[in-house]
């Protein structure tokens, strides 16, 4: 099929998206084990990473924001906020929005710990190559966002 810059009819465009999907899938099974390896160093786990790299991104979160913005469940992101906290990576603050929802912040610790991790990883992306342009990656984001859109309603079941 030639790549026009014209909408793919629905039939055409499903068939291009699980190209995407066969693509993402091995992807993050290395991107996993690679993050995985350049941890251990740091001892952390994946799950304590991403509770780390949310809150170094966004700023104080509440277990429960933390929980969709990963669309993961909220007792999974509880465990590794606790992992986080057990390390003193982060520390719950009084939420003025919520009584009961605490937030949770990186503390100097974590914050350090973060930046050396996002570092490092920023080191290994640098190394793709292929001769990329910021429009593809626009592009990229574009679909990825696309196809995670279309799948919200999956966890809704």
């Known amino acids: 099929m030639k790549d026009t810059d014209a909408p793919l009819p629905p039939d055409a465009l499903a068939g291009r998206?699980?190209?995407?999907?066969d693509l993402v899938g091995p992807l993050y099974r290395r991107a996993q084990r690679s993050v995985e390896q350049g941890l251990e160093a740091d001892g952390l786990s994946v799950g304590v990473r991403a509770v780390l790299t949310l809150l170094h991104r966004n700023g104080p979160m509440t277990v429960p924001q933390m929980g969709r913005a990963q669309a993961i469940s909220r007792q999974f992101t509880q465990r590794m906020v606790n992992d986080a906290a057990a390390?003193?990576?982060?520390?719950?603050?009084?939420n003025p929005a919520h009584r009961r929802s605490s937030l949770i912040r990186l503390t100097g610790r974590g914050e350090r710990t973060i930046a050396a991790v996002l570092d490092r990883e920023h080191?290994?992306?640098r190394e793709v190559g292929g001769d990329l342009t910021g429009t593809d990656v626009t592009t990229c984001l574009r679909v990825l966002g696309a196809m995670l859109t279309a799948l919200d309603h999956v966890d809704d079941a």
């Open 17 to 21: 998206l699980t190209e995407v999907y």
């Open 87 to 94: 390390r003193d990576l982060v520390e719950s603050i009084p």
């Open 123 to 125: 080191r290994l992306l």
